[in-house]
């Protein structure tokens, strides 16, 4: 069934306190309203949301996207002409099956046919292979559903039969929107079995006569809502949705297009069976429907995307509870804006609460047409996403039953539109054991996997509801069984063999023997082979020892980056030392606190940077002017002098709590690292084993 035909059965002390509300604003209860036949052909208008669809199909003819599509599976004997004298007297008993659209004297109206004689195809799928049939089924089901209709020339139903076996077939039914609702779509095929049933049997069939037509009901709309009934069901809806209303920002996979899209598709999934039977229990508890409990969790998951406290979800609402349109086919599905405030990070409980309260006042206020408050509000239109919410939430509590006609066996197959009219719908099916759901979302905005472990973290919300709905809403668990296992424990699996006896100078060494004239360091147009980097460090790490540099010897590194950046911080190392980073552009009293915390005998600088040394004892050698001290020295690897445990080097802090504290890293902590990043830089030309 569609998104439409979501209905919400009172109970008594439901409607009770429904028709207290009505009685309240001044307004009479729905049960007590008459709604007359029409006595004039001439010039029918549109109903509220007829004229709203209409009006979308001149902006763009031939959409599907307000198809109405069932497929059905009949297992059994069919009988295909009984079949197709059903459909037509059913369209011969609805007026709005033969209904299409004109404009006429400056405004859209229904043009009644006085008889539509509908043909029913037979295609026949049963020659095909068994392993291509159902898929080949499928595709057609899916073709019948984006075919477009034309409101002006019509017939807006379409009916064919899939032939897969002797005993197998599938009914394809399609509607559009205009003439029809969620809710029509279960008295088709309510009339379509009691009709078959007599036509298979030779009998006359005899439906109970229509009291009224949908042309009746559009004509009644119009005149009831209005004056004193419009005021106060408009007052109601401006005080709750007037002025600047917030736009839900979902984390998307893409860039939302400055025009909205209408491309769609679906994810199924199901609740476990053990969560059906705690969410009732705790819906009466509350006080509750199952729908505003469900709504509660999906809100609450929003809130968990988006962070946003004040959300505005969009839900369709059956808009029968008058007696004389219960049996009608058309289009009489309302739109309710359910508007709640979450700010203060509730318990669940509240949060259901004040669901409730905005629900029961809504439906109290249900008369007035979406597409009329839409219009009267006038809110600022944006034309990347829809006015007034941008998601919509249907619970389906009245599904379109199993059933036998004539030794047929009716049951319902999901086809795709291949269109979503939201940025994301949330669907959910009251099974009586089981709860079924699907979210229909924007491809444009969302991709497949996000929208899959958005189902997963909606699953994981409600199990954690069931288990303590006194929870706040901010800590109930989001996370599946395996993101919980990936974040908490895969994520932090950080066990890895490594050279713990090694340093990491000598991996370098180990490099620079195996692939000597392999680059090694590039900056700006400069660079070193493995073998230069070495034989380069090599000279100055000797001539620092031979100025006192050993194990856990702090020696002070301030230059730019470029290539001598790079062979002082490698010599310091294979001296058996510790190198204390000092950026240059970093203020002089910051300088003069890390150099004199330090306490380091020696500093590698450059010529250009003297000059901004703060005070100090320390010996200095220039990287660049004084290289000429360092060339005499031997190529060849120092002998290593450090452990595991000495001094790598020494980072300072921000100092954003205070003063900047040194952070000494160690030669096996270093070493972990490096064998760490193998994992994010696996290239031969840094192989470190």
């Known amino acids: 069934m569609s998104q439409s035909s979501k209905s919400f059965k009172l109970s008594s002390d439901r409607r009770a306190l429904l028709e207290a509300l009505l009685e309240a604003e001044g307004l009479d209860a729905p049960s007590q309203q008459r709604i007359p036949r029409r006595t004039d052909d001439d010039l029918i208008p ?46 011969s008993r609805h007026e709005t099956m033969r209904t299409t659209f004109a404009a006429a004297k400056g405004q859209a109206i229904q043009v009644i046919a006085p008889e539509l004689k509908l043909a029913l195809p037979l295609i026949d799928l049963s020659e095909l292979p068994e392993s ?225 309260e905005v629900s029961l006042e809504a439906y109290a206020h249900q008369d007035m047409p979406f597409e009329k408050l839409v219009e009267v509000l006038q809110p600022e239109r944006d034309l990347s996403h829809t006015p007034l919410f941008q998601v919509t939430f249907v619970l389906e509590n009245a599904p379109l039953p199993n059933m036998d006609m004539a030794g047929l066996t009716l049951s319902q197959i999901t086809t795709e539109s291949g269109t979503a009219k939201f940025d994301l719908t949330m669907f959910l099916w009251d099974d009586a054991d089981s709860i079924r759901g699907s979210i229909e979302y924007n491809t444009d905005l969302f991709a497949p996997a996000t929208i899959a472990r958005m189902a997963g973290h909606f699953q994981a919300l409600v199990a954690g509801i069931v288990r303590n709905p006194d929870e706040r809403i901010a800590y109930l668990p989001l996370l599946t069984t395996a993101e919980q296992q990936q974040s908490l424990i895969d994520w932090n699996r ?103 915390h330090s306490q380091s005998p020696v500093i590698l600088t450059q010529a250009a940077l003297v000059e901004k040394l703060p005070e100090h004892s320390a010996q200095v050698f220039r990287l660049d002017a004084d290289w000429e001290q360092v060339t005499a020295q031997p190529t060849t690897n120092p002998p290593r002098t450090v452990l595991p445990d000495h001094i790598a080097y020494i980072i300072f802090t921000s100092g954003s709590t205070g003063r900047p504290k040194g952070v000494m890293v160690k030669q096996q902590g270093l070493i972990n690292l490096v064998h760490g990043l193998r994992a994010y830089f696996d290239d031969p030309a840094v192989e470190i084993t």
Do not use: C
Not at 576 to 596: C, E, H, I, K, T
């Open 494 to 596: 950080s066990e890895a063999d490594y050279p713990r006896d090694a340093a990491v100078h000598q991996l370098i060494e180990a490099q620079a023997a195996r692939n000597p004239e392999t680059t090694a360091i590039v900056y700006e147009g400069a660079s070193l082979t493995y073998a230069e980097l070495n034989a380069r460090a090599n000279q100055l790490a000797h001539h620092l020892r031979a100025q006192g540099v050993g194990p856990d010897v702090l020696v002070a590194l301030m230059v730019e980056r470029g290539l001598e950046m790079i062979v002082g911080m490698l010599a310091i190392l294979k001296a058996g030392g510790a190198y204390v980073p000092l950026d240059p552009a970093y203020p002089a009293d910051r300088l003069q606190y890390m150099l004199s």
């Open 132 to 356: 291509t049939r159902e898929a080949e089924a499928q595709r057609l089901m899916d073709e019948e559903a984006r075919q477009p209709f034309d409101l002006e020339r019509g017939p807006l139903l379409r009916a064919s039969v899939l032939r897969l076996a002797a005993r197998e077939h599938i009914l394809l039914l399609t509607m559009h929107h205009i003439i029809s609702d969620g809710w029509s779509t279960g008295i088709l095929v309510r009339e379509v079995a009691q009709l078959y049933s007599a036509f298979t049997a030779g009998h006359i069939p005899s439906l109970p006569e229509l009291p009224i037509q949908y042309a009746d009901y559009a004509i009644w709309q119009r005149d009831w809502l209005k004056g004193e009934v419009f005021d106060k069901e408009l007052g109601y809806w401006t005080n709750k949705l007037g002025g600047s209303l917030p736009v839900l920002e979902l984390p998307g996979d893409f860039p939302r297009p400055a025009v909205q899209t209408l491309n769609g598709a679906h994810l199924s999934f199901q609740l476990p069976a053990e969560l059906s039977a705690p969410l009732r229990a705790l819906s009466r508890q509350e006080d509750s429907t199952l729908f505003q409990t469900m709504l509660t969790a999906f809100k609450v998951l929003l809130h968990r995307y988006t962070h946003q406290t004040d959300l505005l979800v969009g839900t369709p609402i059956a808009n029968r509870q008058r007696a004389e349109i219960q049996g009608l086919i058309g289009f009489f599905v309302n739109t309710l804006v359910l508007r709640t405030d979450l700010a203060g990070n509730p318990s669940f409980r509240e949060a259901l609460r004040r669901v409730r």
């Open 46 to 91: 549109l109903s509220f949301a007829q004229q709203r669809l209409w009006f979308f199909d001149q902006l763009e003819p031939g959409s599907p996207t307000y198809n109405i599509p069932a497929a059905i599976r009949l297992t059994g004997p069919l009988n295909l002409t009984a079949l197709e004298q059903s459909l037509n007297a059913i369209v």
